[in-house]
Nanobody, 117 residues
Framework: QVQLVESGGGLVQTGGSLRLSCAVPESIFSSNPMGWYRQVSGKQRELVAI???????NAADSVKGRFTISRDTANNTVYLQMNNLKPEDTAVYYC???????????WGQGTQVTVSS
C-alpha cells in the first residue's frame, strides 16, 4: 500500500509562513518528479509546485516568489515553504508523484492550511 503523509498545515494570519512536509516511500521518491497540489472544497485540485528528481523546480504563477518546493534525499521528504500567505491560499494541500497525480492514484489525507485576513 503506497502512502504519502502530509503534515505542517495550520491556521496563520495574512503574511505569515508555514512549511509543509511530505513523507514519501523511497521507491517513489527516488524516481519521480514530485508535486504539491491544493484543493478548495467544491473546486478542482490544482498543481502548486513541482520538483524533478535532479532538483529543478517550477511553481504556479499565483505562488511564484512566495512558495518554494524542495526535497531532502536523505529522508525521502518533500517540503513546501510558504511565505507571505494570503487568504486565497486557504486549501487542503497534498503531495504526490506527478505521474500518480495524473492517474488519480495514491492521494493522501492532505493537510489543511487556513489563512485568516
Amino acid at each position: 500500500q503506497v502512502q504519502l503523509v502530509e503534515s505542517g498545515g495550520g491556521l496563520v494570519q495574512t503574511g505569515g509562513s508555514l512549511r509543509l512536509s511530505c513523507a514519501v516511500p523511497e521507491s517513489i521518491f527516488s524516481s519521480n518528479p514530485m508535486g504539491w497540489y491544493r484543493q478548495v472544497s467544491g473546486k478542482q485540485r490544482e498543481l502548486v509546485a513541482i520538483i524533478t528528481t535532479d532538483g529543478k523546480t517550477n511553481a504556479a504563477d499565483s505562488v511564484k516568489g512566495r512558495f518554494t518546493i524542495s526535497r531532502d534525499t536523505a529522508n525521502n521528504t518533500v517540503y513546501l515553504q510558504m511565505n507571505n500567505l494570503k487568504p486565497e491560499d486557504t486549501a487542503v494541500y497534498y503531495c504526490n508523484a506527478v505521474r500518480f497525480a495524473l492517474q488519480g492514484r495514491y492521494w493522501g489525507q492532505g493537510t489543511q492550511v487556513t489563512v485568516s485576513s
